[in-house]
């Protein structure tokens, strides 16, 4: 198996060696990272290869690593993962992109490489606030359009900012700020004298 995916990794660099950044096999898969500027020639190079054939996407999200492991991260906080499988082949590979400006983070669309991109990137746009460029239809998909924030971005409030409501009164949905106080849950445990025996 180590040897199949240094054969992989060798084969991986050999081919995108300019281009990416750096690449690492941990727990039995090969990651591969690089800058948003070669993501679209990393991605098609990979897809197209005949020595590679990742023919499919299986999954792509978004990550914040403002925090990292519980310690904090020095590098670029926000990145795009997709995990790449080729059928003919029989292997997966990680491709990991890093948004260049944490204020604004904005990656290349990928979905003329891999179609179904579409609704795994607006995703990763409604819950960290990822931007792709050139996407047919970037766009809210599980948050409400009116939905300020993005709740999978590591500093966004556990409680939110805003809650809605049917407000019978008006007959209509309304929004108001959150009404609800933040409480820290420590679990105890109360046993009875003589418990378990």
Same mark, same amino acid.
């Given at each position: 198996?180590?040897?199949?995916?240094?054969?992989?990794?060798?084969? /991986?660099?050999?081919?995108?060696? +300019?281009?990416?950044?750096?690449?690492?096999?941990?727990?039995?898969?090969?990651?591969? /990272?690089? %800058?948003?500027?070669?993501?679209?020639?990393?991605?098609? %190079?990979?897809?197209?290869?005949?020595?590679?054939?990742?023919?499919?996407?299986?999954? $792509?999200?978004?990550?914040?690593?403002?925090?990292?492991?519980?310690?904090?991260?020095?590098?670029?906080?926000?990145?795009?993962?997709?995990?790449?499988?080729?059928?003919?082949?029989?292997? &997966?590979?990680? @491709?990991?992109? !890093?948004?260049?400006?944490?204020?604004? +983070?904005?990656?290349?669309?990928?979905?003329?490489?891999?179609?179904? @991109?579409?609704?795994?990137?607006?995703?990763?746009?409604?819950? !960290?606030?990822? $931007? !792709? =460029?050139?996407? #047919?239809?970037?766009? &809210?998909?599980?948050? =409400?359009?009116?939905?300020?924030?993005? +709740? !999978?971005?590591?500093?966004? #409030?556990?409680?939110?900012?805003?809650?809605?409501?049917?407000?019978?009164?008006?007959?209509? /949905?309304?929004?108001?700020?959150?009404?609800?106080?933040?409480?820290?849950?420590? +679990? &105890?445990?109360?046993?009875?004298?003589?418990?378990?025996?």
């Amino acid at each position: 198996m180590a040897s199949k995916m240094e054969a992989l990794k060798s084969s /991986v660099e050999s081919l995108l060696a +300019p281009i990416i950044v750096h690449s690492t096999i941990a727990k039995g898969e090969l990651t591969i /990272v690089c %800058k948003a500027e070669n993501l679209l020639e990393v991605a098609t %190079k990979l897809r197209d290869s005949a020595e590679l054939s990742f023919e499919q996407c299986i999954d $792509m999200c978004g990550m914040d690593y403002s925090t990292y492991r519980d310690e904090s991260w020095d590098g670029l906080r926000f990145a795009a993962v997709y995990q790449l499988l080729s059928l003919k082949h029989n292997q &997966r590979i990680r @491709l990991r992109c !890093f948004a260049e400006d944490d204020d604004f +983070p904005v990656l290349p669309t990928l979905t003329a490489v891999w179609s179904c @991109l579409n609704w795994y990137e607006r995703e990763a746009f409604d819950l !960290f606030g990822l $931007m !792709f =460029d050139e996407h #047919p239809d970037l766009r &809210r998909i599980l948050t =409400d359009y009116g939905f300020v924030g993005h +709740p !999978f971005r590591k500093d966004f #409030p556990v409680s939110g900012f805003v809650e809605m409501r049917y407000d019978a009164s008006q007959q209509r /949905v309304v929004y108001q700020p959150v009404s609800i106080e933040p409480r820290e849950i420590t +679990p &105890r445990i109360i046993r009875e004298e003589n418990y378990g025996g």
